[in-house]
């Protein structure tokens, strides 16, 4: 990360954003601590008594090079696109140390150091989350509008790859149901294929975008746009299991077509159906409740719980944590006895689940139905905008998972990115939809002492397992104890504790989050967010075309009336003639000499230098003075490069003084001839 | 303007761009001269010696309650609904003012001064763009895929608004090539009607633009697309009228398309259309460049030319200036003569035009032909983003002949918008198709001498007269003399000349305009332009998303070491995270105090303050101290509604000073129990 400017101070260090994303697309950033590590913070003065700004200043002058709002190229064109190909020679070298091996295979880092410590905690850890993650899997495919098979099919191969690529040991990969409700919208009730395809194609987007280091798009989803879209998210997949608490047949995909389609079935309704579904979530949520109860002193006392009362406490958790398993074995009892005991079974049963490991398959890129064949490009069309908001959606939950647990260390999004996307196509190949790490899941995962990635072993045998011996028992489920298992669990995902931070930090912020709520609700998930999405960059935009300048009226040491101007951001084209319209509508009415002070401007692009080249000549015309102050060199470097006349640049006060000075006495010389 | 938050201070004064613009949109900005123009910039320091930057960062932090990213409305909500109506009233009011009166009204400032000058300047400006524009219009609505007539019907009315609404001399209100080209792209050789609904509806559009003060969104055409966008254009227009050059037919609306369908009719070429087109161009470039032949001596010297060399100069003008008129009138009699001498014209005429003035009608809603009945909507579909694009480009046009001869005074682009939007409205009364000031005629309106819009009144006029006693000549003008007459002109809109400077200022920039020259050449022009702008809005997304950080090693007064950290730009969503990735990895390795320069943010939002929030945790549970340095109050403010603990905020650097030794002791004290 030397500086290719030439770096002549040891002080300074511009982060420069191009290059450390190239860096992470071609195998992660080097770290600086390695090469120049010493030299870098080399600098310190211990007679440092001076102001800050003179200092900051100074700095800023030197390091400004690094200032351009597009970096230029030093060399010519014909010459960049020669050195691609060592480029890419370097990249993939790169890629080969032994530390970018340890980075794209974390699991070399943590095996060797593998311990029985850590042996007992993924075990437990594993165990736990096993038990979680197949009911949720079941739950999970109806959620997508599959046969419950496919949610086996998703659950295990992630978990094995995720101990290989994995950076974070609570990430918890399979099934989710944000992944779920957005392959709900986007297949909309179409063929398993349908799905199994938007799994691979999201898996190839994930793996590009790691490749190309795009993991940062996540940063365009704002908390304020990520909780619209969590909540409504919430409500829609709540909404989607309405119809099997009930017993009762409805579709739709969006908020509003489902119930519409779910109160005019009502009449419908299955008394056995909604008992079971409604006392299955009073339990849940009693046991939920439970983790509440604490034997023992409290923790805040300095005396520590005997051994029986840590006992009933890990009971409790334990119970309280398996409480899904456990209501789908109550409830597969009750569902297995109500078979036995009527002719017409009173609630709806999952029904039979094709036993064994899913086969193998490549996923299909065309469809034959009866006589007509669907081409790779109509299935493509189908799904549409979900090829790249179901990635960039998986990141965004796999990352919120890392940073909650990440306890202030940095994340690897381009090891995620491939991890997600390695594990989304190879789940593909076994029929499963798309995946990502759970969020609902990796809070289990850390509380019940994960310590490795490889917990996820536990999960994914537990799983298949489930496959190989269990699926003759899941017939006897009820589908309202399913629905049960989601509703007690997306309700906590409605973000309503946000509303009122978010109200007192910035209004604004409060009503795009509102907007991308409703808009979810209202219009389809992938839509909503996208217009979460827009309206927030807009946002950003406007306020980037209107930048603010501040206005004073300035006497020089030598007793020259001037204005001094100064613009709050970069003179780049949405808001160069914004600026330079009130600056001409103020130097027109005063008639003194203006200085305009570019200290924030660190950008400018051709559109501002033509615009200050006709502010220039207008001054010129009107025999008034105009000043440009403390102009970076690479700003100075673009307005130049038109070689406008009568541009006056200064860097400090005395040049400043000294200039207008000068050029007032020339005005009026000129003006006397 | 005066300042809502209460502005205390007199220097200072800050211009906040959300009331400039409602002020524009419900009738214009009021002019700040007027109501505090004294005490405005009524502060001076005669005896002002001290540094730059102290002064500049005293007035940032007392104006620092308007730098919020987004303004807070001070008042609740409920209250700002309920403050609608008065709003309203006030826009009302604020409409039916003198001034307001004027600014909508322009003709009011000028017609009472109205003399004899101004009434020969305007006679001769008006007829010779008058003699332009009649063969001009025949020309643009064969661009425009529409008969000849309709461009006489879009010419005439527009003229004669624009002497009530304009607010610049020198604009020519009538059809263009860019918007005939445009309107061809989108109505795509429909039937007329479909360019009549496109008037009516850009004019809507244009007219809502104007309400709500939208016409800043030309300034997101930055200058590379809007040369891009421009050259292609020309291209394209010329590609359109090579076929009747030719003599052949041709079909096609992009350039890829237009130029297949030549190649492969060119076996029909006629010889007497091209021979005619080829030496109309060839006369037409020499007369225009007969206006170099200058009589007399040369305008660097002393002595004047004499009477005689005055009038060969005008003459040599007029001739030039009406080279189309004069070309159109001989190709004219030979097409009488060619039509009257063969039995089959060896060349293609123009053919019959109805005579006398437009059926004055509603622009048609829906259509009927045939069995089949095309609905508003389908017609709506079929515009498409051009409803949207015209009047943004009618705009861009428009404001470039405003801005070419404003000298340096202030441009009123809502008043532009209204004037256009009325007169595409207007016009499409009378089966006009979208019309704006033409650029093209505008240099010649300026150099003939107008000195009002009043000149529009002998252009309409002229029209009217061609309308009602010349079109049965019209008859005899060829189709090759026409597009001769489009072909000489549209060369020279191909922006060659920008290009070096463009490369010279930003590589960048260079790109950006070739892709959008090839994008509109390859794709269509509308879809190209909107390639264009989202890119180049792309580039200010990504650099809003990754702001540079300096970093330094500094030593307090006090002999404690701290890191000091400057990032450039405002802290906001797509960048506060990667913000935060960097503080973290830097100050992790260090394990010295960090202080964070805030001193160039000048916004947040709920997203930052989280960051924010979960950083000073992170912080808090390293025992590293953070503090926060020069935080504009307004950002502290949404950063502390979050009630982020260990939250330390400090203005000037004896405070950090104070604060480094304070919080290390505490520090050490606490590690020591």
Redesign the interface.
């Known amino acids: 990360m030397t500086d290719e400017t030439g770096n002549t101070k040891f ?8 290059r450390d ?1 190239q860096g992470e697309g071609g195998g992660g950033k080097d770290n600086p ?1 390695g090469k120049n ?1 010493e030299s870098l ?1 080399g ?4 007679a ?2 001076g ?7 100074e ?2 002058m030197k ?1 400004s090079n ?2 351009t ?2 970096d ?2 030093k060399r010519s ?1 014909i010459k960049a696109i020669k050195t691609v190909v060592p480029w890419l020679k370097q990249k993939v070298q790169k890629a080969c140390t032994k530390k970018m091996l340890h980075r794209r295979l974390p699991i070399i880092s943590w095996l060797p150091q593998y311990n029985s410590q850590d042996a007992i905690g993924d075990l437990v850890a594993g165990i736990t989350v096993g038990l979680m993650v197949i009911p949720q899997s079941l739950a999970y495919a109806s959620i997508a509008g599959l046969p419950p098979q496919y949610g086996l099919y998703s659950s295990f191969l992630g978990c094995f790859i995720y101990i290989v690529l994995g950076t974070c040991k609570d990430v918890p990969m399979g099934p989710t149901a944000i992944a779920s409700i957005l392959t709900f919208q986007i297949v909309q009730g179409r063929s398993p294929e349908y799905a199994i395809l938007l799994s691979f194609l999201s898996g190839i987007i994930e793996l590009l975008m790691g490749f190309f280091g795009l993991g ?1 798009l996540v ?2 989803v ?3 746009v990520s909780s619209g879209f969590t909540s409504a998210a919430a409500l829609i997949i709540l909404t989607s299991q309405v119809k099997d608490l009930l017993g009762i047949k409805a579709s739709g995909s969006t908020f509003v077509q489902t119930w519409t389609s779910i109160i005019s079935n009502i009449h419908g309704l299955s008394g056995w159906d909604t008992f079971l579904g409604a006392a299955s979530i009073i339990v849940l949520l009693l046991m939920r409740l439970m983790t509440k109860i604490k034997f023992g002193p409290e923790e805040t006392s300095d005396s520590a719980p005997n051994k029986f009362q840590k006992f009933a406490n890990a009971t409790i958790w334990i119970i309280s944590t398996s409480r899904n398993a456990i209501l789908v074995v109550v409830c597969g009892f009750i569902g297995y006895f109500l078979f036995t005991s009527y002719e017409d079974v009173p609630v709806k049963l999952i029904g039979d689940i094709p036993s064994g490991l899913p086969e193998i398959k490549v996923p299909a890129f065309s469809m034959n139905s009866g006589n007509t064949t669907t081409s790779f490009l109509d299935m493509l069309a189908t799904l549409g905008s979900g090829v790249i908001l179901v990635p960039l959606l998986a990141l965004l939950e796999d990352i919120a998972i890392c940073k909650a647990f990440a ?5 690897d999004a381009t090891q995620e990115l491939l991890s997600i996307g390695v594990s989304n196509v190879a789940t593909s190949f076994f029929q499963g939809f798309p995946i990502t790490g759970a969020l609902s899941r990796s809070a289990v995962l850390n509380s019940s002492g994960a310590r490795t990635p490889f917990n996820g072993f536990y999960t994914g045998v537990l799983v298949i397992a489930a496959l190989l011996f269990f699926t003759p028992y899941f017939f006897y489920i009820p589908k309202a104890s399913l629905a049960a298992i989601i509703i007690a669990a997306v309700i906590f995902m409605v973000e309503v504790k946000v509303v009122r ?2 109200w ?7 009503f795009l989050a509102l907007a991308t709520f409703v808009a979810c609700l209202v219009l389809a998930l992938e839509v909503g967010i996208l217009v979460g999405i827009g309206m ?2 807009l ?3 406007y ?15 030598n ?1 020259i ?1 001037y ?1 001094m101007l ?1 613009p ?3 003179l ?4 160069v ?2 600026v330079r ?2 600056v ?2 103020h130097s ?3 008639e003194i000499p203006v200085v305009i ?1 570019c ?2 401007i ?6 501002a ?2 615009v200050i080249d ?1 502010l220039t000549k ?1 001054f010129a ?2 025999n008034q003075v105009l000043i440009f ?1 403390n102009l970076k060199p690479s700003v100075s470097n ?1 307005f130049e ?2 070689s406008p006349k009568e541009f006056l640049v200064s860097y400090n ?1 005395e040049d ?1 003084n000294s200039l207008l000075s000068r050029k007032t006495t020339e005005l009026k010389a000129r003006c006397n001839i």
């Open positions: 002080s300074v260090k511009t982060f420069d954003s191009d994303l601590t590590g913070f600098y310190s003065n211990p440092f008594t102001s800050f700004h003179s200092k900051l200043s700095v800023e390091g690094d200032f709002l597009i230029e190229p064109t940062f940063d365009f704002s908390g304020p306890n202030g260390k940095s994340i931070p978010m007192r930090c910035k209004k604004s912020d409060f927030n960059l946002f950003i935009l306020y980037a075309a209107r930048p603010k300048i501040t206005i004073e009226k300035l006497v020089s040491s007793g009336e204005l100064t709050d951001r970069c780049i084209f949405p808001s003639d914004y319209n009130l001409t509508k027109v009415r005063q002070d200290s924030h660190y950008g400018a692009d051709y559109t230098a033509t006709t207008d015309c009107r102050y673009v490069a038109l006060e400043v």
